[in-house]
């Protein structure tokens, strides 16, 4: 297995605010390794975004804070790092794709004039050379014309082709791993393809890490190989990209699956995960996910669940898979775990 | 002096939002350059302008006299074709030191305002884009020096660093600049939360660099339209300071002095008052259409 590039550990992320203290990442913990593709999925709020702003130390503060936690970068606690260090780390050897493409870029810069500035930044290159060397990045990100349209603001690019760009952008100093925080969301469905294949082709060629935040299991299957799925926060579920799929062993991952759209089977409808997701202010004393579990016991609502290994390099934190489940109960959780699998996008 | 301040904040306002992008083929100054034009008015004051700042510069082309030469044959002599605007008391040529003068006044007017314009982008920007304490300290420096009468601090001011072209220039500038301040420093309340500032920071941007490479000049067009104001305003203030005598010395000639000099010889020779007089006011009155038509030519609101 390829060395570990990147160890978040117990990571906690809050957010001060006159409402009370919004525990948006809560105890988050994986491993990133060369090259390999790690998937973040949850739902809005679930605290995918704020974890990888962590990462880059680009949490507004205050009201945010860094509470409690490592991150650990070739060794290296990130979150030791003077800004002026971290400057240094930040598009340089870990970059980050926004979600927003239209305005995610100057509207009075030229795109050339964007992609150059990371060049010059990190590189040390004179302003000819970066010039250079943008208009290479956005051949490499297939834009046609890219030496004449490095000339253009970015006005003058569509959705999908500015996306196209913060790769660009992103890319230019070959960092080692690249965080894209729902990269094609904004994006309409063919376009989303295309970038996708965009990524991960480039990410194969320049062999980085990759940390994709999605919400869209359906790419989470087609491009990672690890998955963290996320509840409220935390961690609910860890495990390779096939039992995510296969053997789901969380209830809030089985809900997920379920609420997947097929288009070649005639469902009559989808089954949503009931309720709403908490109030990150004051999250209930037990498992934060225990009020919309259908699985729920009654040491859910009193303790919140320690993560349980579940098979190799998967884990769960779920008390279904303790010794405070009957074995009817695990049997009935066994049952809909494979049902889930059956449902999902694989 | 009033409407030197009030001039540049309200009447800019409609432009704070200039600096979005049209969508389309051109580029957004190409799309203001085509409104600029149909505006009429606008471009009859942008060629006024031109054409004094022409004749300052090439005065001793289009003049036989210096502005200090005096003729004391000739004093208040009528216009005449040796001397097209008549003389002064002293003998002084009135269009050559009408000339000269316009290189003082458009001097004062314009380095003035670009000071001002520098001044209150560094402070407005600072202190949105930090926000907090700074932000607060930074504008009540702002509401007092709006607060304070400008004119008999100007004259104060004005005694002690008046004269030179440099003082005058000094003593303006320290009351032009709040309404950019606050124009510019709401500007930023926006355009800090926008993705492409969390961009530039996420590919190792410094402070410095996202603040004055990438989210003050998404801020120019109203500091433009604001700086257009204050030069007319500018040209006024000093012309109001020389005319109390606490401006511009003579020799050295601005409109300003020379009216100063003429309102002893009103009844005589009412011409000595009407030329910088008229200067004044057509200048100040072109720079007025320019601004209006700057502001209109970059307020995206305003489809043409």
Redesign the interface.
């Known amino acids: 297995m390829a060395e570990v590039l990147l160890s978040v550990r117990n990571l906690k992320t809050y957010f001060y605010t006159d409402e009370g203290v919004v525990k948006a990442v809560d105890g988050l913990s994986y491993e990133l390794r060369k090259g390999e593709t790690l998937g973040i999925v949850g739902e809005s709020g679930s605290g995918k975004s704020v974890h990888a702003l962590s990462i880059?130390r680009?949490i507004p503060q205050p009201p945010g804070k860094i509470v409690e936690g490592q991150i650990l970068f070739n060794g290296t606690d990130l979150l030791k790092l003077s800004e002026e260090e971290m400057?240094?780390?930040?598009?340089?050897r870990i970059?980050?794709i926004?979600q927003?493409p239209m305005?995610?870029?100057?509207?009075?810069?030229t795109i050339g004039e964007q992609i150059a500035?990371?060049i010059m930044?990190?590189q040390g290159l004179g302003k000819r050379d970066a010039w250079d060397r943008a208009a290479e990045m956005l051949e490499k990100v297939q834009i046609p014309l890219a030496r004449q349209r490095v000339r253009d603001?970015?006005?003058?690019f569509s959705g999908g082709m500015r996306q196209r760009v913060?790769i660009a952008?992103?890319l230019s100093c070959n960092p080692s791993i690249l965080i894209a925080d729902e990269p094609t969301t904004a994006l309409d469905v063919t376009i989303q393809a295309q970038i996708l294949e965009l990524i991960t082709e480039l990410q194969r060629e320049l062999n980085m890490a990759m940390i994709l935040i999605t919400h869209n299991l359906g790419v989470v299957a087609e491009t990672c190989d690890d998955v963290v799925v996320m509840y409220a926060g935390r961690p609910v579920e860890r495990a390779t990209v096939d039992a995510t799929f296969t053997d789901p062993k969380h209830p809030y991952t089985w809900g997920l699956l379920h609420s997947v759209p097929k288009l070649y089977e005639r469902k009559e409808r989808l089954i949503p995960i009931e309720g709403q997701p908490p109030s990150l202010i004051d999250l209930p004393p037990g498992c934060s996910f225990a009020p919309r579990c259908p699985f729920a016991m009654e040491i859910c609502v009193k303790a919140d669940p320690p993560e349980y290994p579940v098979g190799a390099n998967h884990a769960a934190r779920c008390f279904l898979h303790s010794e405070y489940a009957t074995e009817d109960e695990k049997r009935a959780a066994a049952a809909a775990g494979l049902a889930a699998a059956a449902y999902g996008p694989r | 002096m009033t409407d030197l301040r009030q001039g540049a904040s309200g009447a800019v306002l409609a432009a704070s939002l200039a600096?979005?992008?049209?969508?389309?083929?051109e580029?957004?100054w190409q799309i203001a350059w085509r409104r600029f034009k149909k505006h009429r008015v606008a471009i009859v004051g942008a060629s006024v302008i031109l054409l004094f700042m022409a004749t300052a510069v090439f005065a001793p082309f289009l003049t036989r006299y210096e502005f200090d030469q005096i003729d004391l044959y000739r004093r208040k002599a009528v216009p005449s074709f040796s001397h097209p605007l008549g003389t002064d008391e002293l003998g002084h040529d009135v269009f050559t030191r009408l000339l000269y003068a316009g290189r003082i006044s458009l001097t004062v007017g314009f380095t003035a305002a670009l000071t001002a314009a520098v001044l209150g982008t560094l402070v407005g920007g600072i202190s949105g884009f930090y926000g907090r304490w700074l932000d607060n300290v930074l504008m009540r420096v702002t509401d007092v020096m709006f607060s304070i009468p400008a004119l008999p601090v100007l004259i104060v001011l004005a005694r002690y660093m008046g004269g030179s072209v440099l003082g005058i220039v000094l003593v303006l500038s320290v009351f032009a600049w709040m309404g950019t301040a606050r124009l510019v420093r709401g500007d930023m309340l926006r355009l800090r939360t926008?993705?492409?500032a969390?961009?530039?920071?996420?590919?190792?941007?410094?402070d410095a660099r996202i603040l004055f490479?990438?989210l003050v000049?998404?801020a120019l067009a109203p500091v433009l339209v604001a700086g257009t104001l204050t030069v007319g305003g500018a040209i006024l203030s000093e012309a109001g300071l020389s005319f109390l005598g606490i401006g511009i010395q003579p020799p050295t000639p601005s409109w300003g002095n020379m009216l100063q000099n003429a309102q002893d010889f009103i009844w005589t020779t009412p011409w000595l008052a009407v030329w910088p007089g008229a200067m004044i006011f057509l200048t100040v009155l072109s720079f007025n259409f320019l601004g209006d038509g700057l502001r209109d030519a970059l307020d995206p609101r305003l489809k043409v």
């Not at chain 1, 603001?153 to 003058?156: A, D, I, M, R, T």
């Open positions: 880059m680009l400057r240094r780390i930040r598009g340089n970059a980050m926004f927003e305005t995610s870029l100057n509207p009075v810069l500035e990371a930044l990190h603001y970015p006005h003058q913060m952008m992103a | 600096a979005r992008p049209e969508v389309g083929g580029g957004y926008q993705d492409f969390d961009a530039a920071r996420a590919l190792g941007a410094s490479r990438h000049p998404n």
